[in-house]
């Protein structure tokens, strides 16, 4: 039975001849993108778009029932915001499980390549090696996806 490393290896080996510092951004990049691709395809866009919306209309009926110190008002909104938030979480409850999965194989993957590199890239040498790296690159990719693609999260 053919191991699932061995699997990445043939899949990715041109990433494997690349220099340590693109490759890990490349696998990066890689990443984000398929997790961005999961909540966009996994869960109802216009539904988050719609209580997202709700959640802003809340917030300013917060401000002004705060504002005029009305509790019963506030704890009415409060009780309508936890009730989106937990709306949400339910749609994002799905995509979340299916986003760890490329998370699970490629980072124990990278280790396994890259545990005892120094990771040299533009900013220097990194500090915590190639997950430093890695970290780097995929907050900013995240979000950038996040844009190109319309994701709402």
């Given at each position: 039975?053919?191991?699932v490393?061995?699997?990445l290896?043939?899949?990715?080996?041109?990433?494997?001849?690349?220099?340590?510092?693109?490759?890990?951004?490349?696998?990066?990049?890689l990443v984000?993108?398929?997790?961005?691709?999961c909540?966009k395809?996994?869960?109802?866009?216009e539904?988050?778009?719609?209580?997202k919306?709700?959640?802003?209309?809340?917030?300013?009926?917060?401000?002004?029932?705060?504002?005029?110190?009305?509790?019963?008002?506030?704890?009415?909104?409060?009780?309508?915001?936890l009730?989106?938030?937990?709306?949400?979480?339910?749609?994002?409850?799905?995509?979340?499980?299916?986003?760890?999965?490329?998370?699970?194989?490629?980072?124990?993957?990278?280790?396994?390549?890259?545990?005892?590199?120094?990771?040299?890239s533009?900013?220097?040498?990194?500090?915590?090696?190639?997950?430093?790296?890695?970290?780097?690159?995929?907050?900013?990719?995240?979000?950038?996806t996040?844009?190109?693609?319309?994701?709402?999260?």
């Amino acid at each position: 039975m053919i191991k699932v490393w061995e699997l990445l290896d043939h899949l990715f080996s041109p990433f494997l001849a690349m220099n340590e510092t693109l490759s890990i951004f490349l696998v990066a990049c890689l990443v984000a993108t398929l997790v961005n691709l999961c909540y966009k395809f996994l869960m109802d866009q216009e539904e988050v778009r719609k209580l997202k919306q709700k959640q802003r209309e809340l917030q300013l009926k917060l401000k002004e029932a705060q504002a005029k110190q009305d509790v019963e008002m506030l704890n009415k909104y409060f009780d309508e915001a936890l009730r989106i938030n937990v709306k949400l979480m339910r749609l994002m409850r799905k995509p979340l499980i299916v986003s760890l999965i490329p998370a699970l194989l490629f980072l124990p993957w990278l280790n396994l390549h890259y545990a005892a590199s120094r990771i040299e890239s533009p900013l220097g040498t990194i500090p915590f090696g190639w997950i430093g790296w890695y970290v780097i690159v995929s907050i900013p990719m995240v979000f950038l996806t996040k844009k190109l693609l319309r994701v709402e999260i």
